[in-house]
């Protein structure tokens, strides 16, 4: 005898996804749509780490945010749920120590993987640019690649060279050579 099928929602909710048992997937939903990814490969862990290094330097320097790693529950509504990769938010937001304050990102980065390229390009990327997020970087880390979205584009810019990013309030730049974050291990 066979086990019964499981009848999942099809309309899920942020307070449905945090419901979850933690099973070591990450659980996003985006206008109620699930989306469940499994624990990312190493080389998306290595670049993640490499880019939110040098933004975590930079941002020492200028005092506009704080880059936030992985783990969030970043929420803009009742059937939005996201953890992106990376993130940059306000102090004042971030001293709250509340999720549910955490509402204005000034960057956002996600880093492909197999199984999340499509949820990154589409509908994270539409959320991103429906919330007013300054600026999304998508990183193809096995193409060497960025992918950069603003608000209003209908397409990316796609930067093989260099990152550049000029938060508001910043007296310079943060630019990253694209080489170096590729670099192999």
Do not use: N
């Not at 985006?30 to 941002?59: C, I, M, N, S």
């Not at 990316?156 to 730049?173: I, K, Q, V």
């Amino acid at each position: 005898m066979g086990m019964p099928a499981v009848q999942l929602p099809e309309f899920w909710t942020a307070d449905m996804v945090r419901a979850l048992p933690d099973d070591g997937c990450r659980h996003e939903t985006v206008h109620g749509e699930l989306f469940v990814t499994p624990a990312p490969r190493v080389w998306h862990e290595f670049v993640v780490r490499r880019l939110g290094k040098a933004l975590d330097q930079y941002l020492e320097r200028e005092s506009v945010g704080i880059v936030m790693y992985g783990r969030a529950d970043i929420s803009w509504g009742p059937d939005v749920l996201v953890e992106p990769d990376l993130f940059v938010a306000p102090l004042a937001e971030l001293r709250t120590l509340d999720w549910a304050k955490v509402r204005t990102l000034l960057l956002v980065v996600e880093v492909l993987s197999p199984s999340s390229a499509r949820t990154d390009r589409f509908a994270k990327r539409r959320l991103y640019q429906e919330v007013g997020i300054p600026l999304y970087w998508i990183v193809d880390a096995d193409a060497h690649h960025v992918e950069c979205w603003t608000p209003d584009a209908i397409t990316p810019t796609t930067e093989r060279e260099r990152l550049t990013w000029h938060p508001s309030g910043a007296s310079t730049p943060y630019v990253i050579d694209l080489e170096q974050l590729f670099r192999p291990l």
